[in-house]
């Protein structure tokens, strides 16, 4: 059981490019979630989705997109590529929503804008 | 909307000592409270979680908090630190169930002193 699973784990990208992290959870879990980590500023939630084919936005979507196709799978779409967006990705998932349910999170995907 | 204060971006303790890690949260309504620790580039692990009965909560590791409603706080602690608590740790706050987010704080850097 791999739990949460993210690609890559590390990435350079220039100004205005593009690129997809990846996100697989083999838990079965209905909701998944993507957040930014900035120093200081703890996790910010960027998208989230209750099931395959049901996505919202969180606090901070500007610059992103997702989608979810099935319920494993839940990629985060950058399409042009900002400073700003230098950061740490954490893609979570839980069985659930909200209430007391645990979110598990994957390893990361550090990104770097130059 | 609720949120989550945690006092000291950076605790330093030695080691054998106690831990108390401080958090706030802001809510109207009962919350559902957690506590993740971030090793060194890894993703979150939950440590403990409140959300009905018990008010002291015993988590992983030897930590503890207890949620004290008339100070709206969960404060982490653990008697005896050890070289190996040294990590990131983060209080968070949710509500109600359905898709109310999971609210952070900035978090509490635990450096621990041989």
């Known amino acids: 059981n791999a739990g949460v699973t993210q690609t890559p784990k590390f990435r350079i990208l220039k100004i205005g490019q593009s690129m997809t992290l990846q996100c697989t959870q083999d838990?079965?879990?209905?909701?998944m979630y993507w957040y930014r980590q900035d120093p200081g500023m703890g996790l910010k939630l960027i998208y989230y989705?209750?099931?395959?084919?049901?996505?919202d936005k969180g606090e901070v979507p500007n610059g992103y997109n997702v989608s979810r196709s099935t319920t494993e799978d839940f990629p985060l779409r950058l399409e042009l590529a900002a400073p700003s967006q230098t950061s740490v990705y954490f893609c979570?998932?839980?069985?659930?929503?909200?209430?007391?349910?645990?979110?598990?999170f994957g390893p990361g995907t550090r990104l770097l804008v130059l | 909307a609720q949120s989550v204060t945690q006092l000291g971006s950076h605790v330093s303790v030695s080691e054998g000592a106690l831990v108390l890690l401080r958090c706030n949260y802001s809510?109207?309504?009962?919350?559902?409270l957690f506590w993740y620790v971030q090793y060194p580039n890894q993703g979150l692990q939950l440590l403990l979680k409140?959300?009905?009965?018990?008010?002291l909560v015993k988590g992983i590791n030897g930590f503890e908090a207890e949620f004290k409603k008339s100070e709206t706080s969960f404060h982490l602690t653990k008697p005896s630190a050890h070289m190996s608590d040294a990590a990131e740790y983060f209080c968070?706050?949710?509500?109600?169930?359905?898709?109310?987010?999971?609210?952070f704080g900035k978090g509490t850097r635990l450096s621990v002193i041989a």
């Open positions: 968070a706050v949710s509500v109600g169930s359905g898709n109310t987010p999971l609210v």
């Open positions: 989705s209750v099931g395959a084919g049901i996505t």
């Open positions: 409140y959300t009905t009965g018990a008010t």
């Open positions: 809510s109207s309504v009962p919350p559902y």
């Open positions: 979570a998932s839980s069985s659930q929503g909200g209430g007391g349910e645990t979110q598990y």
């Open positions: 838990m079965n879990h209905n909701y």
